[in-house]
């Protein structure tokens, strides 16, 4: 019987290196969210005193319409991821096709994407406008309006007109990065499946969007995160009405924390939205690690 | 190394002039809007003046948009790291008062008696002055003469009451291709601000004078009536239009008539031919005009509370004052020789600075986007046919306690 091989002394080294690191990110993410659930149990406000109010902003949260925004919020992110994603996976199919100018055409989709969201956002509220818009204007020498309509007045054309801004923002992102994951497609596939005299629809449904799949699921997880905490689109173009019709989470969250200066609630509403955002990342990790366990993500 | 001691010594002592020349302390100030508008040269010379007097002071004014001004003062106020002076919207000064974060104005009885009294009501709260009128609006009701002559109204007779507002909207709608009446409703400040004009006309208020909400009333109801009655005769969609959207629609000639302060008459072209009345009288009410006003508030910690009153006070000086309303184009705070002045080289602001006795302060209230939230969603109710205008009354009443 050999004796036991010494004990390997532990290599501090790397834990150290670890250090700052660590640091950094329990200062700007766990000490702020941690700050957060502590207020959310308190009546901050402009006031410097507070008070421990314990589950009582959560009742008022609740109480008040919020059951009523967290479905809003879902009706808007499903509205728009969906469209962003066939659009933009119709777009990459374009993209991807060998034509002339398909070097031009990707750069040309950018745009969207590239322009600041402020700029593009203010152009669309222009575009709405009823008496000087262009939508209105063109319907109207289409004959399709036989007056100015005021696309932002109402509530679902608000609705819709913030979900189509939303679309037209995001939709440059996912077309590129699903004509990546097309690139990566190995050419023998289609090759092999044209000499076996499968038709291009074919080919598409039975190689590409397997292939590209993984893609598909990671940016639909992560489009579906962004759109759920899209503040700047809704806020410039309704500031969250007509009558509260395009306030979403993150709306009602800054209503309530920066413009009513309840900090307590708003703090209360900033814990639902990090819960419903964890239940998607985690959702995000728990694919991610199922395709990467079938060697589909490398 | 004598030479050496002389020249440390130089130094040393240039150094000292240095810091005592510059060493003055910097006084933060914030104003909203931006540095291009014509009284901010007027108040920058008024500044430089105040500084010679006060050389241990520079004055360092941060110009910070609409839109985010208020907010910001009131967050930085706080978070403990306030502004010594801001330009705040005087409707803000009692939530601001009431979580001790600026301090009372403190003035002479000839400085307060300086102000029209309804002046001085937008800015007073639990019997102390919260800040200093810095600008002023009184509104009136503007009418296009030419599209007035073109539906066959007289176009040198505007409307005086609820029911001749109406009357002259609708055949303005139906004998023209613009709008009788431009109406704001969106979710705004001002689309409440122009609400409330109509509402003072008519006898009614939000809060009594003993500050208790007293919005659900006949005369609100029937106020709101009118806004039902108008909505066919105004301009599509008003969920969508602002007051500024609105004057767009006035400069193009898209909307016959609608309720604005002076300066409408530098935002429309030249050649738009308009006429001013004041705001028409509802049938429980006479003409009358929402009081707004903006105001100088001295914020508490900032360690300069002395420094910031005095520069408040000598900003808001009547002479010093009436420069910068003049150069702005605002309502002049005060009366006087200069007022007189200003009638006699402009007629146009008569009605604008008679109707001042007759006006309403802005509400005070404790959570005043609360307020604007609930009247706002009201008005949209209404105009949207989702609510009859007794029940947006009610449900608005019901929701404005919270903001008291």
Redesign the interface.
């Known amino acids: 019987m050999s004796a036991p091989a010494p004990k390997k002394p532990v290599d501090w080294f790397p834990y150290l290196l670890l250090l700052p690191a660590l640091a950094v990110t329990l200062i700007i993410v766990a000490w702020p969210l941690a700050e957060t659930v502590r207020l959310s149990f308190t009546d901050a406000s402009m006031n410097p005193v507070t008070h421990y109010v314990g589950l009582e902003n959560y009742q008022k949260m609740f109480a008040r319409r919020f059951p009523e925004v967290i479905g809003r919020t879902f009706v808007w992110m499903v509205f728009s991821v969906s469209l962003k994603l066939l659009i933009g996976l119709y777009a990459a199919v374009l993209l991807n096709a060998a034509v002339p100018g398909r070097t031009l055409a990707r750069i040309l989709i950018m745009p969207p994407w590239i322009v600041p969201v402020a700029i593009g956002v203010f152009i669309w509220g222009w575009m709405y406008n009823g008496q000087f818009g262009m939508i209105s204007g063109l319907a109207q020498r289409l004959g399709l309006l036989s007056g100015p309509f005021e696309f932002l007045a109402y509530k679902n054309a608000a609705f819709l007109s913030t979900v189509v801004t939303d679309v037209w923002i995001g939709t440059p992102l996912v077309a590129v990065y699903l004509l990546a994951a097309m690139q990566g497609v190995p050419r023998d596939l289609y090759e092999a499946a044209w000499t076996d005299g499968a038709s291009r629809f074919y080919r598409f449904r039975r190689i590409t969007l397997p292939l590209i799949m993984p893609a598909i699921a990671t940016m639909s997880l992560l489009s579906a995160i962004w759109t759920f905490n899209s503040f700047d689109i809704i806020w410039i173009l309704t500031e969250g009405g007509p009558r509260n019709a395009t306030t979403t989470m993150i709306i009602d969250t800054y209503k309530t924390a920066i413009s009513r200066f309840h900090y307590g609630e708003g703090a209360a509403r900033a814990v639902m939205i990090v819960i419903f955002l964890s239940l998607f990342s985690a959702l995000y990790f728990a694919l991610i690690r199922k395709l990467s366990s079938r060697g589909d993500v490398k | 190394m004598k030479k050496m001691t002389t020249l440390l010594g130089a130094a040393l002592l240039a150094s000292t002039a240095a810091t005592s020349a510059f060493g003055a302390e910097t006084l933060h100030m914030i104003m909203c809007g931006d540095d291009t508008t014509p009284g901010i040269p007027v108040q920058q010379g008024l500044i430089s003046d105040w500084e010679k007097q006060n050389p241990d002071f520079k004055v360092e004014v941060e110009f910070v948009p609409w839109g985010q001004c208020q907010?910001k003062s009131?967050?930085l106020?706080?978070a403990?790291n306030p502004a010594a002076l801001s330009y705040m919207g005087s409707r803000t000064l009692k939530?601001?008062a009431?979580?001790?974060?600026i301090i009372p104005m403190d003035l002479t009885d000839e400085e307060k008696a300086s102000y029209a009294a309804p002046i001085l009501g937008t800015v007073t709260w639990d019997g102390k002055i919260w800040g200093l009128p810095r600008a002023f609006s009184t509104k009136a009701l503007f009418y296009n003469k030419k599209l007035f002559k073109e539906a066959g109204l007289d176009p040198e007779k505007g409307p005086q009451t609820f029911d001749e507002l109406l009357a002259d909207a609708k055949v303005i709608t139906e004998k023209t291709d613009a709008a009788g009446y431009a109406m704001a409703?969106?979710?705004?400040d001002n689309s409440m601000h122009q609400f409330l004009n109509l509402v003072y006309s008519n006898g009614g208020q939000v809060i009594d004078a003993d500050g208790n909400i007293d919005f659900d009333s006949a005369n609100n109801v029937q106020t709101m009536e009118l806004v039902k009655n108008l909505v066919p005769y105004a301009?599509?969609?008003?969920?969508?239009?602002n007051r500024g959207?609105l004057e767009?629609?006035m400069g193009?000639e898209?909307a016959a008539m609608m309720i604005d302060g002076h300066w409408l008459y530098d935002r429309v072209p030249a050649d738009v031919d308009m006429g001013v009345v004041p705001v028409p009288a509802g049938p429980m009410g006479k003409h009358s005009s929402l009081l707004i006003t903006d105001s100088l508030a001295v914020f508490k910690g900032s360690g300069q509370e002395d420094a910031a009153m005095s520069l408040a006070k000598f900003l808001t000086s009547p002479d010093h004052q009436m420069a910068y309303d003049i150069a702005e184009g605002y309502t002049p705070i005060r009366g006087g020789q200069k007022v007189d002045e200003l009638l006699a080289k402009d007629p146009s602001w008569k009605p604008f600075i008679d109707i001042i006795p007759a006006g309403g302060p802005e509400p005070f209230v404790t959570?005043y986007?609360?307020m604007q939230?609930s009247i706002?969603?009201a008005l949209?109710?209404v105009i949207?046919g989702?609510v009859d205008p007794k029940e947006a009354i009610e449900t608005a009443a019901e929701n404005l306690e919270d903001a008291q």
């Open positions: 907010e009131m967050t106020a706080a403990g939530q601001l009431k979580n001790g974060l409703g969106a979710s705004f301009e599509p969609g008003p969920v969508a239009y959207k767009t629609l193009e898209k959570d986007v609360s939230d706002n969603e949209q109710g949207l989702e």
